[in-house]
């Protein structure tokens, strides 16, 4: 699939027509459709305004690609089940987006600082997806106690990271 695709898929689930969307953006609908026919790929400062526009968030896959997302409550709900269904293909979308040469590329432009940072923040987001989809096994009283558990790990000093939790880990930070 493609942006343009994911930006349609966006548009439809807000109810809107291009022509909505093009009006709240103060643009012409042509080009809306220009962006979802992969015929202009909207810049950063774009792609925030149709995220506003369109009531969802948005975010950047491990590859870069840009995708939309609805807001739902951490804790799971069924009438959240078709956002977070739109969530996940948005997501995944995003990241089968890339070609083996685009992937190629990104890595040779990377330094070791930016690859640090990326590979600590995917993760950060694998723990805490991890952790999310445990925590929706639990009742609430299993939840506060899986809190509590975390919150003892992290004053174990072989479990802590030298750096501080808001810093990407240096190489001499502790490895699994």
């Avoid at 809107?16 to 015929?39: C, F, G, H, R, V």
């Avoid at 810049?43 to 975010?59: E, F, M, P, V, W």
């Avoid at 078709?82 to 685009?102: G, H, V």
């Avoid at 991890?130 to 899986?146: C, F, I, Q, V, W």
């Amino acid at each position: 699939m493609s942006f343009a695709e994911r930006l349609k898929m966006a548009r439809k689930k807000s109810k809107m027509t291009q022509k909505d969307l093009a009006d709240k953006l103060e643009i012409t609908p042509a080009m809306i459709a220009q962006y979802e026919t992969s015929k202009r790929k909207p810049k950063g400062d774009t792609l925030k305004k149709l995220a506003s526009a369109l009531d969802l968030g948005y975010g950047y896959a491990k590859n870069g690609e840009p995708y939309f997302y609805d807001f739902v409550d951490t804790v799971y709900r069924p009438e959240y089940a078709e956002n977070e269904a739109f969530n996940k293909w948005q997501y995944e979308d995003a990241l089968a987006d890339t070609s083996d040469e685009d992937i190629q590329s990104t890595k040779i432009k990377r330094t070791p600082e930016i690859k640090r940072n990326r590979e600590y923040k995917k993760n950060g987001l694998d723990f805490l997806n991890e952790m999310d989809r445990l925590g929706a096994e639990l009742n609430n009283t299993g939840k506060e106690k899986a809190v509590e558990q975390v919150k003892l790990l992290t004053k174990i000093p072989e479990y802590r990271k030298k750096s501080s939790p808001d810093q990407a880990p240096s190489d001499t930070d502790t490895k699994e």
